[in-house]
């Protein structure tokens, strides 16, 4: 029964949305199969970006196990089931907390890469972003675990305010609060201006 | 350029990750297999799982077919074989199938039944044609498993077993019923005649249908706008049958729910994607109602009373909801070794409170005024000990993130569970072992197994008895003959929870069990629950 839920190949026909697949599943459990398909390099790449390798196998099946086992309860407004699946990834990764630190104070310290993969922008940004590494990870640290959560959902996941307020359960305007206390904390650390602004051609 | 966005810079070189295994592990946990890791909840083998939060009973551990072996109905199908070349019509095998049906026997909901099953599911992996065997045991409404039972196909908004009586009895009742109730709607040609027919194959295989009402169902199956029959179809086993065929839409997409074409029982179901490639299949090899789990023999006689208590507990810890009061099982097991537990025992003579860490290593009580806190075995925990300390140990039965190391299967488990000494005199009647279960379902397991109440109603001489407990509440005990040592188990009435025992002709009760700051505390300890808890 798991008709076209990974290619349209003929553009007549309509790709089924996460949301159509996840109500599949409760009739046709083995579905959900490909949902994983779908998504589970996503999660797993961002898991391990935040766990490091060793733990980060473990908590994306566990992520997916959940969500099975969740998804009576899954919203089918909701389109796109990436926001709902990076909840459960960061509730399990909350689990991991000491772990979790651990890995970020190991990849905080690495030195900065000389980012020739096509998935690194090179942009100016970025190669300034790279001098404040250590201000950046102090912040980072010394945030509220939720305010981290929040926070690396928006810079590494590319989660979109309203998503981030799907995977968190909390809402949009929080999400943007939140937010903005994040942007003073740094921009204090940073030493109250924002260096990108005075540094377009630095690097 | 926004500060957000320079947080960027601290990600670790993205690196793809190998899911295959985590693949695998949910293709295990979608078909009903046991996953290596955990043990699912819903089995009985999940003796203490410690999951973080304790679920609903999931579909996929739901799981019988509705087929009786054929030595059951092998003297009955004279009337149904097939005597002339008759084109087969969906009609004409809703007949058959129907007719079989009646002629089974009636089955009683806690009568356990012994299945074998075959499935493949190439839909999970491109090479995926490993075909597996499990067999396992459950009660007819598939409320209680033993074993690896499970089934791959089923799932979905079944109604309940009990519902079943209810259900309309005329076919097209039974369709307008199950198209209203059901509500999700298929991608298929005919989004609500696939969802009634995937409702059939559910129930088929999840219950052991009354034969009245699951006549009505190859009936109702037969009016479906859009169902087939292929007259040979190969299940996965290898054995030929017939099969009501329910396209999903015009590419080649079908179901398919398949009948042994001697004894027009339920015998197989398969699904295949586009182009006719399959994603699915299974087989019931073999299906025997039996006496008791871990029994293949034949046996057509209704449980006793002490079965009964026994399957309606197993049920009670197993399908513990999310917005459950048994908080201590949602704490997650990681934490729960070093949470110190109050708990509140009354017996006749008055009310005792007693702290325990989880894991049971430590324990404490009020002695003339002064908390005393102990090793659980050290001499000066005479005063303060309230359950005898035989019995496997916390890291045996609730290790962390792994199912429980005490053997599943009941005749070795109530071995091991002899073989530690608590003291009591009629040790050549299982005293231990009754004991041990008290000592670990009291003292500081939060997941009890299923098949401890199973272990505990095979027991010899054990009998059943409605009173009212110390604190007037109306309990069913399960009375064992022993002359010392714990002598009876006390389950809620109501909802057949475990609440006491008699101990050396001391009734006790547990009134409160919940997560403390610490030993002699009376606040509750919230910070450790991921989801809401009573009283946090």
């Known amino acids: ?58 908590v994306t099946a566990q992520t997916f196990l959940d969500a099975f086992r969740q998804r009576g309860r899954y919203d089918t407004s909701r389109a796109d089931a990436r926001p709902w699946l990076y909840g459960i990834a960061v509730r399990l990764i909350g689990t991991h907390r000491r772990a979790e630190a651990r890995y970020r104070k190991l990849t905080a310290r690495a030195l900065p890469e000389r980012d020739t993969h ?75 201006a924002n260096p990108m602004n005075e540094e377009e051609t630095g690097g | 350029v926004d500060e957000i966005g320079m947080f960027t810079a601290l990600r670790p070189r993205p690196e793809p990750l190998d899911v295959s295994g985590a693949r695998d592990r949910l293709a295990s946990a979608i078909a009903g297999t046991p996953v290596q890791r955990r043990a699912p909840r819903g089995t009985l083998f999940a003796a203490a799982g410690g999951l973080v939060a304790a679920r609903a009973r999931l579909a996929w551990t739901l799981g019988l077919s509705v087929a009786v072996a054929a030595a059951l109905v092998a003297g009955v199908m004279v009337a149904v074989q097939p005597s002339s070349p008759a084109v087969l019509t969906a009609q004409l095998l809703a007949d058959r199938a129907s007719a079989a049906a009646l002629a089974q026997p009636a089955v009683s909901p806690g009568q356990w039944v012994y299945r074998v099953l075959d499935w493949k599911a ?75 027919f995937v409702t059939i194959r559910g129930m088929l295989e999840n219950y052991v249908v009354p034969p009245a009402l699951q006549a009505e169902m190859y009936q109702a199956l037969a009016l479906l ?21 329910m396209p999903h839409d015009s590419r080649g997409s079908v179901s398919e729910i398949i009948l042994n074409p001697s004894t027009y029982a339920f015998m197989a179901d398969a699904m295949f994607g586009d182009h006719g490639t399959l994603n699915i299949e299974e087989a019931v090899v073999e299906q025997v109602i039996v006496g008791a789990p871990g029994s293949t023999q034949p046996d057509l006689t209704p449980p006793g009373p002490a079965e009964l208590l026994a399957e309606q507990a197993a049920r009670g810890v197993e399908s513990i909801p999310d917005d459950s009061t048994n908080a201590l099982a949602l704490l997650p097991s990681q934490a729960y070794g070093a949470t110190w537990v109050l708990r509140q025992l009354r017996t006749a003579t008055g009310s005792q409170t007693v702290w325990a860490t989880g894991d049971d290593s430590q324990q404490a009580s009020y002695v003339d005024g002064t908390l005393a806190v102990c ?28 199912p429980s ?130 009283g946090c």
């Open chain 2, 225 to 245: 706008p859009g169902v087939a029959v292929d007259s040979h179809v190969t299940a996965i086993d290898g054995r030929v049958g017939v099969a009501f065929v």
């Open chain 2, 375 to 402: 090793a659980r075995t050290a001499a000066c925990a005479a005063s303060t000990r309230w359950l005898m300390p035989a019995g496997p140990g916390y890291s045996i039965v609730m290790p962390q993130d792994a």
């Open chain 2, 122 to 196: 190439p839909v999970f992996r491109k090479a995926g044609s490993t075909v597996h065997t499990q067999a396992g045991w459950e009660t007819a409404d598939g409320l209680v498993t033993y074993g690896n039972a499970g089934t791959l196909g089923a799932g979905g908004d079944l109604p309940s077993y009990s519902q079943l009586e209810s259900l309309p009895s005329s076919p097209a009742a039974l369709d307008a019923y199950l198209e209203r109730t059901q509500g999700k709607t298929y991608p298929a040609l005919d989004p609500q005649a696939m969802s009634v």
């Open chain 1, 1 to 58: 029964v798991v008709t076209r839920v990974s290619r349209a190949s003929d553009p007549g026909e309509r790709l089924l949305s996460d949301a159509e697949i996840v109500e599949l599943s409760l009739g046709e459990p083995a579905s959900f199969a490909a949902l994983f398909d779908r998504h589970a390099a996503e999660i797993g790449q961002y898991v391990r970006a935040r766990i490091g390798p060793d733990l980060a196998e473990d």
């Open chain 1, 118 to 192: 096509d998935f690194v922008e090179r942009s100016a940004d970025r190669v300034v972003a790279q001098q404040f590494r250590p201000v950046l990870a102090a912040v980072l640290d010394a945030l509220r675990p939720q305010d981290r959560e929040l926070l690396l959902l928006v810079a590494w996941a590319d989660l979109s305010y309203d998503e981030c307020a799907q995977a968190l359960g909390i809402t949009v305007s929080a999400v943007k609060s939140r937010l903005n206390r994040i942007r003073v904390r740094t921009r204090k650390a940073l030493g109250g």
């Open chain 2, 405 to 534: 190391k005490l053997p599943s299967s009941i005749p070795q488990l109530l071995a091991t569970l002899n073989s530690y000494s608590t003291g009591c005199a009629d040790v050549a009647g299982d005293c231990n072992a009754v004991n041990a279960i008290v000592n670990m379902a009291f003292g500081y397991v939060t997941q009890i197994g299923g098949s401890w109440f199973l272990l505990l109603a095979s027991i010899p001489g054990v009998t059943v008895a409605h009173l009212t407990d110390v604190t007037g509440q109306a309990d069913i005990a399960l009375r064992f003959p022993f002359r010392d040592g714990v002598t009876e188990i006390l389950f809620k009435a109501s909802d057949y929870a475990l609440v006491g025992y008699v101990r050396d002709g001391v009734q006790t009760v547990l009134t409160k069990a919940i997560a403390v700051t610490g030993p002699g505390s009376l606040k509750q300890r919230c910070e450790s629950y991921q989801v809401p808890v009573p």
